[in-house]
């Protein structure tokens, strides 16, 4: 559609034409992409300088080209990981459920933002239902919640709420009033807490990072000594952060101990189960991973992780009602979001930290219709198998150990090389070379000193063979490596 005299083309005058055209052609894509098969690959691997080259991102604009918008849709696709594929094993995350795919879609075609009943009536009922349905699932009958951009917001959102708790005048007048605050964390926690930290205005030197046991749990013992020595220096302790499932080692934080800690010192216990908070729908995985969840303040996690929906989505509880809208609202809002505390269940977007709002209950909701709470329960639980049965691998393999015993659904190991051999710098190579070599993607950190190769699955369409064939391929990958001058 570009000019041929080299002029700026004309955009067409029929909207509705050009969509149906858009849309029957996009769609063919889709359909593609979604039904190909790449055996034993899930990426055209290029490196960053070579993929520039063949994008040639420097075309020019503005020229209402379809042919040229679609050659960047397939050269996305061709070149993007595709993350549904069993070998993508590098996030906590993959390809998403079909269900929310098609919510993911609908909300993108109708383009509200899900701030106000009058602009998304379907999206802010539907967040409504969701949000009861998860205070029953985890115990909060006079709670309250929200959908967020994910446990990073979340965490902010419940830390901002514990320091609101403080007195009733730090929202207005800010911390300078009051005593020193401290906030206590896993060192292995995530780093949104550090960001969190930050934005509330207590400083990085005021979050209190406990060690951690020999299974990666925050030593309890150390916190409450933290905590005191806090006290004793004039200091308040009004909030811990407990991890269900750390991002490296999958540990789970004790909530029932951090309970009597609570009751005892009086701070707000939040609950970051972005990936390991999962384990709510199986009642089985509850009761050994998230035992005292109903007693909590605040509890999160991300049903696009084990759960499967289309990225973002995440949920924010509290056991308390009104919490939530007491600490978020701040500033006239009754110009967008109405001007009547009446209207406040139907218009989220004036307790929330952001004023445009994602459609996410739209993808949520189908997942939840479509799967229920018990195939969301068996989907964690065959995860949960499949990593015991990971963790059986490694053991049984004269090439593979365990850098430390697996604690939940983290699977933490390494290739065994000669003493004469860095076994970080080798296990840091294979890593690259399998992703260069297309033969898998995994994920990686260190556990104290030792670099480990983190195995996650958030796949239902990995098996038990699948595993087999990755480690296979692995370790072949491994032994070739070490023949190398």
Not at 150 to 160: D, E, R, T, W
Not at 264 to 287: C, K, Q
Request: charged share 25%; hydrophobic share 40%.
């Amino acid at each position: 559609m570009s000019d041929e005299s080299g002029g700026r083309a004309q955009p067409p005058r029929t909207w509705e034409v050009e969509a149906f055209t858009v849309f029957k052609r996009l769609f063919k894509i889709i359909e593609q992409y979604r039904l190909q098969t790449r055996p034993g690959k899930y990426i055209a691997f290029q490196e960053p300088e070579a993929l520039k080259a063949l994008l040639d991102l420097d075309r020019k604009e503005g020229l209402y080209d379809w042919d040229l918008i679609f050659s960047w849709v397939e050269q996305y696709l061709q070149y993007n990981v595709v993350t549904h594929h069993p070998r993508f094993l590098n996030r906590m995350w993959s390809g998403a459920n079909l269900p929310s795919l098609v919510g993911e879609i609908i909300a993108a075609v109708s383009n509200t933002s899900a701030g106000t009943f009058e602009s998304a009536p379907v999206s802010t009922l539907m967040e409504t239902a969701m949000i009861q349905q998860m205070l029953e699932l985890v115990g909060y009958p006079k709670g309250e919640g929200q959908m967020t951009t994910g446990s990073s917001n979340a965490n902010l959102i419940a830390m901002l709420a514990a320091r609101n708790q403080i007195s009733d005048s730090i929202k207005h007048e800010g911390i300078f009033s009051e005593k020193e605050l401290f906030a206590f964390v896993s060192q292995d926690a995530h780093y949104s807490l550090d960001k969190a930290a930050n934005i509330v205005g207590i400083g990085s030197r005021h979050l209190v990072k406990i060690p951690v046991d020999e299974r990666g749990r925050m030593d309890l013992q150390l916190l409450e000594t933290n905590i005191q020595a806090v006290r004793q220096s004039a200091g308040v302790p009004f909030f811990v952060c407990a991890t269900a499932g750390t991002t490296v080692r999958g540990a789970y934080d004790p909530i029932e101990t951090l309970l009597d800690l609570r009751d005892r010192y009086g701070f707000w216990l939040h609950v970051d189960g972005a990936w390991g908070g999962a384990a709510i729908f199986n009642p089985e995985l509850r009761s050994r991973f998230l035992t005292g969840i109903e007693r909590v303040d605040s509890f999160t996690w991300d049903f696009h992780k084990m759960a499967g929906t289309a990225l973002m989505c995440n949920i924010l509880l509290f056991k308390d009602g009104d919490i939530l809208r007491t600490t978020a609202r701040v500033g006239d809002t009754s110009y967008i979001f109405g001007a009547t505390r009446e209207t406040d269940d139907l218009n989220p977007g004036s307790f929330s930290l952001q004023c445009g709002r994602r459609v996410d209950s739209l993808k949520w909701f189908l997942d939840w219709k479509y799967y229920g709470r018990q195939g969301l329960a068996e989907r964690v639980a065959a995860y949960h198998q499949l990593c015991e049965y990971a963790e059986h691998l490694v053991l049984q393999s004269a090439d593979l150990e365990m850098v430390v015993p697996r604690e939940s659904f983290n699977v933490c190991f390494r290739f065994v090389v000669p003493d004469t051999v860095s076994s970080n710098g080798f296990n840091r190579k294979l890593r690259d070379e399998l992703h260069r070599r297309e033969i898998g993607l995994i994920g990686s950190g260190y556990i104290g000193a030792d670099f480990c190769l983190r195995l996650l699955i958030a796949n239902p369409r990995i098996d038990e063979p699948e595993i087999a064939a990755f480690f296979q391929a692995l370790i072949s990958e491994g032994n070739r490596l070490l023949e190398q001058p």
